[in-house]
T-cell receptor, first 110, second 114 residues
Framework: GIQVEQSPPDLILQEGANSTLRCNFS?????LQWFHQNPWGQLINLFYIPSGTKQNGRLSATTVATERYSLLYISSSQTTDSGVYFCAVDSGGGADGLTFGKGTHLIIQP | KAGVTQTPRYLIKTRGQQVTLSCSPI?????VSWYQQTPGQGLQFLFEYFSETQRNKGNFPGRFSGRQFSNSRSEMNVSTLELGDSALYLCASSSGTGNTDTQYFGPGTRLTVL
């Protein structure tokens, strides 16, 4: 099956800093989503982005499908941005569900 | 629109028992998928139901089963619980009508097996 690697695994930043999270995947994808998992465990949708670039406030994402990677940018970080960020992909039209990376654990210090 | 809801939110069971978890998708969504999250294995796909039929299945033993009702609500059942079944169980809903389908997740059910 498709492999998903996220980097870095852990990131500690000061409030106000910018960050870039990376997701590499091993095959072409129909679906790529970025999620933020809150402290209670819920996965919050950030972006649906199998290709191209999207922006939502301080967050933006870019997927370069031909090179099999996606980037999530967080600008002017706030403490509420802390948590685990997951990239998830679907290469087979849903046959294997979403395949998740291991996540990037982000800590924003005040 | 109301989001995906899951009940119960927390559950404690003992080895050998069985458990049933419930998921109500976003109104109008016909696909419900289930995922297991553990510290060791991360997030893994269990199965997907669409229009009351299991459409896809992950690599889990037969003790894990599910069903979907005509109103798209879904239940998953785990029989003969093992300690390793302790996990956060998440369900996701989507329209289910295409390959490019955004998944929306519920808050999860945290199962502890003693």
């Amino acid at each position: 099956g498709i492999q998903v690697e996220q980097s870095p695994p852990d990131l500690i930043l000061q409030e106000g800093a910018n960050s870039t999270l990376r997701c590499n995947f091993s095959d072409s994808v129909n679906n790529l989503q970025w999620f933020h998992q809150n402290p209670w465990g819920q996965l919050i949708n950030l972006f649906y982005i199998p290709s191209g670039t999207k922006q939502n406030g301080r967050l933006s994402a870019t997927t370069v499908a031909t090179e099999r990677y996606s980037l999530l940018y967080i600008s002017s970080s706030q403490t509420t941005d802390s948590g685990v960020y997951f990239c998830a992909v679907d290469s087979g039209g849903g046959a294997d569900g979403l395949t998740f990376g291991k996540g990037t654990h982000l800590i924003i210090q005040p | 629109k109301a989001g995906v809801t899951q009940t119960p939110r927390y559950l404690i069971k003992t080895r050998g028992q069985q458990v049933t978890l419930s998921c109500s998708p976003i109104s109008g969504h016909r696909s419900v998928s289930w995922y297991q999250q553990t510290p060791g294995q991360g997030l893994q796909f269990l199965f997907e139901y669409f229009s009351e039929t299991q459409r896809n299945k992950g690599n889990f033993p037969g003790r894990f089963s599910g069903r979907q009702f005509s109103n798209s609500r879904s239940e998953m059942n785990v029989s003969t619980l093992e300690l390793g079944d302790s996990a956060l169980y998440l369900c996701a809903s989507s329209s289910g009508t295409g390959n490019t389908d955004t998944q929306y997740f519920g808050p999860g059910t945290r199962l502890t097996v003693l």
